[in-house]
């Protein structure tokens, strides 16, 4: 007999659903078709597992069995003691678009300035047409990756290209890890990454970060827990600038250690531009690993490209998802990126983007210190944070009426954050005239929102 009660009070006006089937698998067929077809919708809550099973006339573990494989496809959750609810396709952070009557410290876009000339490199390209069945990997780009990571892994590793550091993030963590596995995700995070988890059906496992990177023993907890994999963002943390010290780098692999099966992944995202250099968490115990180097941040976030160094196995599974004439990296954007890795010009142009972005965000932490506002995290990249422990959406708002664009940081905090709210300030274009006012005007909002 078919269930045709009420599913939740905001569903009474709509016809009532009907849940049918004898087996586990029948009635969560029957359940995703009530999705599919919009009688059941995001919210809505299924019949108590003993109600369901009275009106079916089957066995409770029967409901039971066939709602745990409605939360495996990820087609429903559950509350606990509020029961078993349909669930929503998450909302994935962006960065915000520009408000350009606004001074934009809020969209962590690169300084347009001290980015190479994309189209007049195009010019310069020889490029010939790629058919079906080309190689998936451009060879200049792969020897240029070959040549760069080979100084810095003490292993042998294989080379894959993939659509820039958050495609790599997904398709690592999907090919290996199975919906409810467990993340340890740095404390606070990038939105990007924290979204990746939730929209994979994978759970995040909170890691606090302090001065130094990710801490050992909040890691250690992580993985205590079941966490499967690692996310460690080794250089310009976003939000909060860290970069991992080679003290805290050789911490965190002893902690890694004695869990080999874990898969590690590093998304290096600032390399070419950091003002420190690359420790590797990784240790050589580890048996699947992957280090990530997009080119975003300092060849243009329209620039699509990752290399990708990891194991064979990892390198196999990234290439069973990245086949030639199916879902290859265009070789255009292969070629423009090897053609600026490759030119004495660019890497000029390079360091002083370097130089550029360093003297800019001590700028902004200088005028914040002179303001009486603390900026706890030692900033690499062109990102500062500045924790707001009462909340920041008041801040946020009185920034904007008062001509500033900031970044509220609670997109980068997982859902079961420890740390303080704050707000993300991307100093990548700010001068100096314009730090000091903008610290200023912090202060007195700080100051009239607090009193």
Not at 81 to 100: D, F
Request: proline share 6%.
């Amino acid at each position: 007999m078919p269930y045709t009660g009420e599913v939740t009070k905001d569903a009474a006006d709509r016809a009532p659903v009907k849940i049918i089937g004898a087996s586990a698998g029948e009635i969560s067929d029957s359940v995703r078709n009530l999705v599919s077809t919009g009688r059941l919708q995001p919210g809505d809550s299924v019949p108590p597992i003993r109600d369901l099973a009275l009106e079916l006339g089957v066995h409770r573990n029967t409901v039971a069995a066939a709602y745990r494989m409605l939360v495996a496809a990820g087609v429903a959750e559950t509350h606990g003691r509020r029961g078993t609810v349909i669930t929503s396709l998450p909302h994935l952070e962006g960065e915000m678009a520009v408000n350009t009557e606004l001074v934009d410290l809020s969209s962590g876009n690169p300084d347009p300035a001290l980015l190479p000339n994309l189209g007049s490199a195009l010019s310069q390209i020889d490029y010939q047409m790629q058919m079906y069945g080309s190689p998936v990997i451009d060879p200049r780009l792969h020897q240029w990756a070959r040549n760069t990571l080979a100084p810095e892994l003490d292993c042998p590793f294989e080379i894959s290209v993939t659509h820039g550091a958050v495609d790599a993030v997904e398709r690592l963590l999907t090919a290996h890890l199975t919906r409810g596995d467990l993340v340890a995700m740095e404390d606070p995070c990038f939105y990007a990454s924290e979204g990746t988890v939730r929209l994979n059906g994978f759970r995040a496992a909170s890691v606090s970060v302090d001065a130094e990177g990710m801490e050992p023993r909040a890691l250690r907890i992580a993985l205590a827990a079941g966490a499967r994999a690692v996310i460690v963002t080794p250089r310009a943390h976003n939000p909060t600038g860290v970069s991992v010290t080679a003290e805290r780098a050789q911490e965190i692999r002893s902690v890694l250690q004695r869990y080999p099966h874990v898969l590690v992944i590093e998304d290096d995202h600032f390399s070419a531009i950091s003002r420190n250099c690359y420790n590797r968490v990784t240790p050589s115990t580890t048996q699947r690993w992957a280090l990530v180097r997009s080119v975003a941040k300092f060849l243009g976030p329209d620039l699509r490209v990752a290399v990708v160094a990891s194991d064979g196995e990892t390198a196999d599974r990234l290439g069973s998802r990245l086949r030639p004439g199916a879902t290859w990296v265009s070789h255009l954007l292969q070629q423009l990126a090897a053609n600026l890795l490759e030119s004495d010009a660019v890497a000029r142009q390079l360091d002083h983007a370097r130089h550029a972005y360093a003297e800019r965000v001590d700028v902004l932490r200088e005028a914040l210190t002179e303001a009486g506002i603390d900026t706890p995290f030692p900033t690499d990249g062109f990102n500062v944070w500045v924790p707001e422990p009462a909340g920041c959406a008041a801040m946020v708002t009185a920034l904007r009426e008062a001509g500033w664009s900031v970044r509220d940081g609670a997109p980068f905090r997982t859902p079961t954050s420890k740390t303080p709210h704050g707000i993300r300030i991307t100093a990548s274009r700010l001068t100096r005239p314009q730090a000091r006012e903008f610290a200023q005007c912090l202060a007195r909002i700080r100051q009239s929102i607090t009193s």
